[in-house]
């Protein structure tokens, strides 16, 4: 049974920093795509960030290009989400997300199949 359990979320100031950690259990980094969600209140689901974990190759939408960081660990099987410059729109919850179904958009939520129970991210101006 594929697990996937999100933390470091928290709430800092505008400019500030936060490092998110997905641990999986049940599925193995290195052989698929993962991924960080975000949701905030009231409005849909977004892809921040996506990296193909066979290759290490990251991928980011265009709202956190420069600002956010998706690495690997595939010792420890987590993959992690460096946030810096934070702005209160990035106030939201997020999520890890793993199984992607390979048949559209890397960022995508419909081509992930597991998901985290989220982490939430308050940023104040």
């Known amino acids: 049974q594929v697990q996937l359990v999100e933390s470091g979320g928290g709430s800092v100031q505008a400019g500030g920093s936060l490092r998110l950690s997905c641990a999986a259990s049940?599925?193995?980094?290195?052989?698929?795509?993962m991924a960080w969600f975000r949701q905030p209140p009231g409005k849909e689901r977004e892809g921040v960030a996506t990296?193909?974990?066979?290759?290490?190759?990251?991928y980011y939408s265009t709202s956190v290009s420069g600002r956010f960081t998706i690495s690997q660990d595939n010792a420890k099987n987590m993959v992690y989400l460096q946030m810096n410059s934070l702005k209160p729109e990035d106030t939201a919850m997020y999520y890890c997300?793993?199984?992607?179904?390979?048949?559209?958009?890397?960022?995508?939520?419909?081509?992930?199949?597991?998901w985290g129970q989220g982490t939430q991210v308050t940023v104040s101006s």
């Open positions: 049940g599925y193995t980094v290195g052989t698929n795509y």
């Open positions: 997300a793993a199984g992607f179904r390979g048949s559209g958009a890397v960022l995508s939520p419909r081509q992930y199949a597991y």
């Open positions: 990296i193909d974990t066979r290759r290490s190759l990251p």
